[in-house]
Protein backbone atom coordinates (compact mmCIF):
# COMPACT_ATOMS: atom_id res chain seq x y z
CA UNK A 1 0.00 0.00 0.00
CA UNK A 2 1.48 3.25 -1.05
CA UNK A 3 1.82 5.97 1.97
CA UNK A 4 1.56 9.71 1.18
CA UNK A 5 4.40 12.04 3.50
CA UNK A 6 5.46 14.94 4.30
CA UNK A 7 9.34 15.14 3.36
CA UNK A 8 9.90 18.35 4.99
CA UNK A 9 10.02 16.92 8.68
CA UNK A 10 12.20 15.89 10.99
CA UNK A 11 15.62 15.17 9.18
CA UNK A 12 18.66 17.45 10.72
CA UNK A 13 20.41 19.63 8.58
CA UNK A 14 22.17 20.63 6.29
CA UNK A 15 19.71 18.43 3.80
CA UNK A 16 19.87 17.53 0.27
CA UNK A 17 17.25 17.33 -1.80
CA UNK A 18 16.72 16.31 -5.23
CA UNK A 19 14.26 17.23 -8.07
CA UNK A 20 14.10 15.70 -11.15
CA UNK A 21 12.77 17.76 -13.55
CA UNK A 22 10.10 17.01 -16.72
CA UNK A 23 6.87 15.21 -15.09
CA UNK A 24 7.99 16.57 -11.58
CA UNK A 25 8.46 20.52 -12.04
CA UNK A 26 7.17 20.72 -15.63
CA UNK A 27 4.57 18.73 -17.21
CA UNK A 28 5.46 16.02 -20.03
CA UNK A 29 8.94 16.23 -21.40
CA UNK A 30 10.69 20.00 -22.03
CA UNK A 31 13.75 18.96 -24.86
CA UNK A 32 10.97 17.11 -26.79
CA UNK A 33 8.66 19.71 -27.06
CA UNK A 34 11.74 22.15 -28.25
CA UNK A 35 12.84 19.95 -30.27
CA UNK A 36 9.67 19.04 -32.08
CA UNK A 37 8.64 22.63 -31.56
CA UNK A 38 11.88 23.13 -34.63
CA UNK A 39 10.45 20.63 -37.32
CA UNK A 40 6.86 22.03 -36.76
CA UNK A 41 8.28 25.45 -37.35
CA UNK A 42 11.29 24.28 -40.05
CA UNK A 43 9.66 21.43 -41.89
CA UNK A 44 12.14 20.56 -44.26
CA UNK A 45 13.50 19.37 -41.15
CA UNK A 46 11.34 16.43 -41.44
CA UNK A 47 12.75 15.66 -44.88
CA UNK A 48 15.97 14.53 -43.19
CA UNK A 49 14.78 12.23 -41.15
CA UNK A 50 13.03 10.27 -43.85
CA UNK A 51 16.25 7.94 -44.90
CA UNK A 52 16.33 6.78 -41.24
CA UNK A 53 12.99 5.60 -41.05
CA UNK A 54 13.82 1.94 -42.03
CA UNK A 55 16.06 1.73 -39.02
CA UNK A 56 12.72 2.91 -36.91
CA UNK A 57 12.72 -0.96 -35.05
CA UNK A 58 16.16 -0.36 -33.67
CA UNK A 59 13.94 2.16 -31.07
CA UNK A 60 12.66 -1.16 -29.37
CA UNK A 61 15.94 -1.84 -28.19
CA UNK A 62 18.08 0.61 -25.81
CA UNK A 63 21.01 1.41 -27.83
CA UNK A 64 19.64 1.84 -30.80
CA UNK A 65 16.92 4.14 -29.46
CA UNK A 66 19.89 6.32 -28.06
CA UNK A 67 21.62 6.10 -31.62
CA UNK A 68 17.93 7.30 -32.86
CA UNK A 69 17.92 10.10 -30.31
CA UNK A 70 20.67 11.70 -31.10
CA UNK A 71 20.60 11.99 -34.80
CA UNK A 72 16.97 13.45 -34.09
CA UNK A 73 18.61 16.04 -31.87
CA UNK A 74 21.34 16.33 -34.68
CA UNK A 75 18.74 17.43 -37.18
CA UNK A 76 16.57 19.54 -35.15
CA UNK A 77 19.83 21.64 -34.46
CA UNK A 78 21.36 21.61 -37.40
CA UNK A 79 23.32 24.80 -38.54
CA UNK A 80 23.10 26.11 -34.80
CA UNK A 81 25.90 27.48 -33.18
CA UNK A 82 25.99 27.72 -29.62
CA UNK A 83 24.91 31.18 -29.56
CA UNK A 84 21.96 30.89 -31.28
CA UNK A 85 21.05 27.47 -30.06
CA UNK A 86 20.40 29.34 -26.38
CA UNK A 87 18.42 32.41 -27.99
CA UNK A 88 16.02 29.97 -29.18
CA UNK A 89 15.84 27.86 -25.55
CA UNK A 90 15.32 31.18 -23.73
CA UNK A 91 12.32 32.39 -26.45
CA UNK A 92 11.05 29.13 -26.00
CA UNK A 93 10.67 29.15 -22.50
CA UNK A 94 9.20 32.54 -22.41
CA UNK A 95 6.92 31.02 -24.74
CA UNK A 96 6.11 28.62 -22.48
CA UNK A 97 6.12 30.01 -19.37
CA UNK A 98 3.51 32.71 -20.65
CA UNK A 99 0.97 29.48 -21.76
CA UNK A 100 0.66 29.10 -18.20
CA UNK A 101 0.13 25.60 -16.58
CA UNK A 102 3.28 24.71 -17.72
CA UNK A 103 4.68 23.83 -14.34
CA UNK A 104 3.01 21.64 -11.88
CA UNK A 105 1.90 24.23 -9.01
CA UNK A 106 2.43 21.60 -5.86
CA UNK A 107 5.21 20.87 -6.77
CA UNK A 108 7.05 24.33 -7.54
CA UNK A 109 5.50 24.36 -3.64
CA UNK A 110 7.07 22.10 -2.26
CA UNK A 111 10.55 23.03 -3.64
CA UNK A 112 9.87 26.98 -2.16
CA UNK A 113 9.21 24.98 1.49
CA UNK A 114 12.41 23.06 0.81
CA UNK A 115 14.14 26.21 -0.01
CA UNK A 116 12.76 27.86 3.33
CA UNK A 117 13.97 25.74 5.64
CA UNK A 118 17.24 26.55 4.15
CA UNK A 119 17.66 23.04 2.48
CA UNK A 120 20.19 22.40 -0.64
CA UNK A 121 17.85 22.03 -3.35
CA UNK A 122 19.32 20.57 -6.94
CA UNK A 123 17.45 19.89 -9.72
CA UNK A 124 18.61 16.71 -12.01
CA UNK A 125 17.61 16.54 -15.08
CA UNK A 126 17.56 14.51 -18.67
CA UNK A 127 16.15 18.26 -19.93
CA UNK A 128 19.59 19.75 -21.55
CA UNK A 129 20.62 22.37 -19.22
CA UNK A 130 20.24 25.70 -20.79
CA UNK A 131 16.57 25.16 -21.76
CA UNK A 132 16.31 23.83 -18.10
CA UNK A 133 17.74 26.66 -16.86
CA UNK A 134 15.71 29.18 -18.80
CA UNK A 135 12.59 27.69 -18.37
CA UNK A 136 13.49 27.81 -14.45
CA UNK A 137 14.52 31.41 -14.76
CA UNK A 138 11.03 32.18 -16.86
CA UNK A 139 9.23 31.12 -13.33
CA UNK A 140 11.23 33.05 -10.90
CA UNK A 141 13.29 30.14 -9.67
CA UNK A 142 16.45 31.09 -10.75
CA UNK A 143 19.76 30.23 -9.24
CA UNK A 144 18.92 27.07 -8.22
CA UNK A 145 21.48 24.19 -8.88
CA UNK A 146 21.25 22.25 -11.82
CA UNK A 147 22.82 19.14 -13.19
CA UNK A 148 21.72 18.43 -16.36
CA UNK A 149 22.29 16.97 -19.96
CA UNK A 150 24.57 19.29 -22.27
CA UNK A 151 24.70 19.60 -25.75
CA UNK A 152 28.52 20.09 -27.44
CA UNK A 153 29.42 22.25 -30.88
CA UNK A 154 29.69 20.48 -33.73
CA UNK A 155 30.68 20.98 -37.49
CA UNK A 156 27.36 20.96 -38.87
CA UNK A 157 25.92 22.30 -35.18
CA UNK A 158 24.98 21.61 -32.13
CA UNK A 159 24.93 17.93 -30.85
CA UNK A 160 24.07 15.55 -28.02
CA UNK A 161 26.77 15.57 -25.38
CA UNK A 162 26.01 14.08 -21.47
CA UNK A 163 22.95 12.38 -21.55
CA UNK A 164 21.83 12.90 -17.72
CA UNK A 165 19.52 9.87 -17.41
CA UNK A 166 19.28 6.82 -15.36
CA UNK A 167 22.67 6.11 -13.69
CA UNK A 168 24.51 8.87 -15.42
CA UNK A 169 22.57 10.93 -13.45
CA UNK A 170 24.34 9.75 -10.22
CA UNK A 171 27.69 10.29 -11.45
CA UNK A 172 26.70 13.56 -12.78
CA UNK A 173 25.88 14.84 -9.23
CA UNK A 174 29.35 13.10 -8.12
CA UNK A 175 31.25 15.19 -10.78
CA UNK A 176 29.37 18.49 -9.28
CA UNK A 177 31.09 17.17 -5.42
CA UNK A 178 27.02 15.60 -4.50
CA UNK A 179 27.85 12.26 -2.72
CA UNK A 180 25.33 10.10 -1.51
CA UNK A 181 23.24 9.58 0.59
CA UNK A 182 21.23 12.61 0.02
CA UNK A 183 18.23 13.56 2.38
CA UNK A 184 15.16 13.28 -0.44
CA UNK A 185 14.60 12.81 -4.26
CA UNK A 186 11.72 13.29 -6.10
CA UNK A 187 11.20 11.31 -9.35
CA UNK A 188 8.13 10.27 -11.43
CA UNK A 189 10.59 7.92 -13.69
CA UNK A 190 11.45 4.07 -13.02
CA UNK A 191 15.35 5.54 -14.61
CA UNK A 192 15.79 7.35 -11.78
CA UNK A 193 15.97 4.30 -9.60
CA UNK A 194 19.62 4.87 -8.86
CA UNK A 195 19.41 8.42 -7.47
CA UNK A 196 16.18 7.44 -5.52
CA UNK A 197 17.61 4.41 -3.83
CA UNK A 198 20.83 6.87 -2.38
CA UNK A 199 18.33 8.49 -0.82
CA UNK A 200 16.44 8.27 3.15
CA UNK A 201 13.38 9.38 1.54
CA UNK A 202 12.15 8.36 -2.06
CA UNK A 203 9.41 10.44 -3.65
CA UNK A 204 7.13 8.82 -6.83
CA UNK A 205 5.18 11.79 -8.26
CA UNK A 206 1.87 10.43 -9.61
CA UNK A 207 2.91 7.13 -10.32
CA UNK A 208 0.94 4.34 -12.42
CA UNK A 209 0.32 1.22 -10.66
CA UNK A 210 3.11 -0.40 -12.53
CA UNK A 211 5.69 2.12 -11.23
CA UNK A 212 4.56 1.98 -7.86
CA UNK A 213 4.56 -1.68 -7.91
CA UNK A 214 7.63 -1.80 -9.18
CA UNK A 215 9.45 0.82 -7.55
CA UNK A 216 7.49 -0.11 -3.73
CA UNK A 217 9.71 -3.36 -4.24
CA UNK A 218 13.11 -1.90 -5.08
CA UNK A 219 12.60 0.83 -2.48
CA UNK A 220 10.74 -0.89 0.41
CA UNK A 221 10.41 1.67 4.14
CA UNK A 222 12.40 4.67 1.68
CA UNK A 223 9.20 4.82 -0.92
CA UNK A 224 6.48 7.26 -0.81
CA UNK A 225 4.30 8.78 -3.36
CA UNK A 226 2.91 12.23 -3.95
CA UNK A 227 -0.30 13.48 -5.93
CA UNK A 228 0.55 17.11 -7.70
CA UNK A 229 -1.12 19.32 -9.94
Known amino acids: MSVAIETDVTVAAPRTVLFDFDGVLVRGDSFSHFL ?4 RLQPWRALLLLPTLPLAPLA ?6 WWLVRWLVRVALL ?12 SHARVQALRGGAFLRDAVSRLRRHLLRGDRVVIVTG ?6 RALLDAVGLDGLELV ?4 RPG ?24 APPWTCAYSDAGADLPMLA ?3 AAVLVNPDAALRARMQARLGERYAEVEWS
Request: aromatic fraction near 6%.
Open 60 to 65: LHRRGR
Open 127 to 132: CEEHLA
Open 148 to 151: ASQL
Open 36 to 39: WRRF
Open 198 to 200: AAA
Open 79 to 90: GLDQARYRALAE
Open 155 to 178: MLGMKSGVHNVGAEKVRQLACHGI
